[in-house]
């Protein structure tokens, strides 16, 4: 895609519309990519080839965005912005995902809410997002955010991660609230719970889609632009259900005995099957982000490597993640899932 950007145009692209084309599609993937369920799955038209869960979410995407499906110009194809995302529908989205009643995708009104959404987080934040209210733009702001050292240009992580917890905050579902803001990916934990303690102490932050997010925003800004983020030791692992199914299927997290009643379990399965904000559920997440930093610096203890040689981002998608879905395959190779269940509205996982 990169190099027919290249070749088919009067013009060359230049390599900052190049970045901001690739984060207008990479920010929309990783809100369509969700859990989609373990019944669907996506043809290429062109090559025939089927794909399920995250490669096939991810091909659809791409073919979402080339055909311009998230842009208001019908000139200008490759790219995200609020006009475009303003006509987004149930029925487009379902289209372009190929969902049928024999090819059923979980959490597809959700997908298209956060969509819908982030027409309204576009326009609403023009300080991330400029004029022409495009995520792309996002690259702007982050270059007015960094400093020259040495000929190569540092953003601090924590500029991106405000941009985007800011930014994308009017596209989360409105669960919890604390001082009337709605705090998206956020649950209260039952194991924290203490009979006198100020509002909000029980609550346990993952953000989950929107540190996804910032791992994959820092790839192309880092590659095409040269630019290096700072601090990005701050981020942590992702709570979702491959990293923590990895744990669960090895045994180094167990759900208590007797800890969940029987209709949790569909009939004749032993795989339970749980809301994001069963207790359960958050301790498991919880319990994953702390097990994910003890993972990587035991493995780099092992190969005497430093966190710059081996960060975290590379763990996550070498090792656990992909380690996640491998052990479940083996495991449950019916289905693949993890051994919990969750019941997903594709606005969380």
């Not at 955010?145 to 040495?150: F, G, V």
């Not at 997010?213 to 709570?239: H, N």
């Not at 005497?304 to 656990?320: C, F, I, M, P, Y």
Request: glycine content about 10%; overall charge negative.
């Amino acid at each position: 895609m990169l190099h027919s950007w290249d070749t088919s145009g009067a013009l060359p692209v230049d390599d900052k519309e190049k970045c901001k084309r690739l984060i207008d599609l990479f920010l929309v993937s990783v809100l369509l990519d969700a859990g989609a369920g373990n019944q669907w799955s996506y043809t290429e038209t062109a090559t025939g080839q089927t794909f399920s869960r995250s490669e096939g979410l991810g091909v659809a995407s791409v073919h979402m965005f080339v055909d311009g499906l998230f842009s208001g110009s019908a000139s200008q194809p490759f790219r995200v912005d609020a006009q475009g995302l303003s006509r987004i529908t149930l029925d487009r989205v379902s289209k372009a995902m190929q969902v049928s009643s024999s090819n059923v995708m979980v959490g597809l009104e959700g997908r298209t809410s956060l969509l819908s959404n982030l027409s309204a987080a576009l326009k609403a934040n023009p300080q991330f997002f400029g004029e022409d209210e495009r995520p792309g733009n996002i690259i702007d702001f982050l270059e007015r955010e960094s400093r020259l050292e040495d000929a190569t240009r540092h953003v601090h992580i924590s500029s991106l991660w405000a941009a985007l917890i800011e930014g994308l905050t009017p596209i989360w579902p409105v669960r919890l609230t604390l001082g009337g803001i709605p705090l998206g990916d956020v649950w209260p934990c039952t194991a924290l719970k203490q009979p006198s303690q100020a509002e909000g102490d029980d609550l346990v932050p993952f953000h989950k889609l929107t540190g996804w997010l910032t791992y994959s925003l820092m790839e192309p800004i880092e590659r095409i632009l040269g630019w290096k983020f700072d601090g990005v030791e701050d981020l942590t692992g992702l709570p979702e259900y491959r990293n923590g199914g990895l744990l669960v299927d090895f045994g180094v997290l167990t759900l208590r005995p007797t800890v969940l009643p029987s209709e949790c379990y569909a009939h004749g399965s032993d795989i339970p099957r749980l809301k994001p904000s069963h207790p359960a559920i958050v301790e498991w997440r919880a319990m994953t982000v702390i097990e994910l930093d003890r993972i990587a610096d035991s493995i780099r203890r092992k190969y005497k490597l430093g966190n710059d040689q081996l960060t975290l981002a590379q763990v996550l998608e070498s090792a656990t993640w992909k380690g996640g879905r491998e052990i479940a395959k083996k495991l449950r190779p019916a289905t693949g899932g993890p051994p919990i269940e969750i019941e997903s509205d594709g606005t969380v996982f």
